[in-house]
């Protein structure tokens, strides 16, 4: 099974901050790398997908990059309401992992 | 509205079984792959198990931990599916998510339920 590693696990940050979240694989999965937000209480929402790839009606704050085994995620200005637990998840091949997320809270 | 809908948690004794469901409203579900993702109170999220599409006659992938004892079914004819769990551990204590994905390796795990919460304990 392909391990996923985030860092940091958790992270104070001020509004306003420009925030980067690394996600690690155990191997290569090309592009196949998508992140979600998960806000307490609440059903996890998909963010980019394909390592890269904005999902429709997120704010362009987020972007991802990355291919092969390094990933990451950037919120170019934190806004309140970003403050959530981030995951990755790999889906280039079963079993489907997820990263053991990143929380991020405020400063 | 395109929607899923979990049901069916509930307590159950280990070893014992419980059968959840998930429906869909806007639009046809045996057109699309369908995942299940569970979290444990408190901790990451952990996917368990795949239906593919009817193209793909429904085939069904699943995660170590469950393997075996899990089985993911189809109803298409009242646009629903099921989570079958057998022979439950109190491990498998999670709130128990539905969701869409695309027929690629691109798009998963786009459109999610709201969940439903299973307790295994004595």
């Known amino acids: 099974d392909i391990q996923m590693t985030q860092s940091p696990s958790a992270m104070s940050a001020s509004v306003g901050d420009r925030v980067t979240i690394t996600c690690r694989a155990s191997q290569g999965i090309s592009n196949y790398l998508s992140w979600f937000q998960q806000k307490p209480g609440k059903v996890p929402k998909r963010l980019i997908y394909?390592?890269?790839s904005l999902q429709s009606g997120v704010p362009s704050r987020f972007s991802g990059s990355g291919s092969g085994t390094e990933f990451t995620l950037t919120i170019s200005s934190l806004q309140p309401e970003d403050f959530a637990t981030y995951y990755c998840l790999q889906h280039n091949s079963y079993p489907f992992t997820f990263g053991p997320g990143t929380k991020v809270d405020i400063k | 509205e395109v929607q899923l809908v979990e049901s069916g948690g509930g307590l159950v004794q280990p070893g014992g079984s419980l059968r959840l469901s998930c429906a869909a409203s806007?639009?046809?579900?045996?057109?699309?792959?369908i995942d299940w993702v569970r979290q444990a109170p408190g901790k990451g999220l952990e996917w368990v198990g795949r239906t593919r599409d009817k193209a793909m006659s429904h085939t069904t992938e699943y995660a170590a931990s469950v393997k075996g004892r899990f089985t993911i079914s189809r109803d298409d004819s009242e646009n629903s599916l099921y989570l079958q769990m057998n022979s439950l551990k109190t491990e498998d204590t999670a709130l128990y998510y539905c969701?869409?994905?695309?027929?690629?390796?691109?798009?998963?795990?786009?459109?999610w339920g709201q969940g439903t919460l299973v307790t295994v304990s004595s």
């Open positions: 806007g639009f046809t579900l045996s057109e699309h792959y």
């Open positions: 969701a869409r994905s695309s027929d690629n390796w691109n798009d998963v795990l786009h459109s």
């Open positions: 394909t390592s890269s």
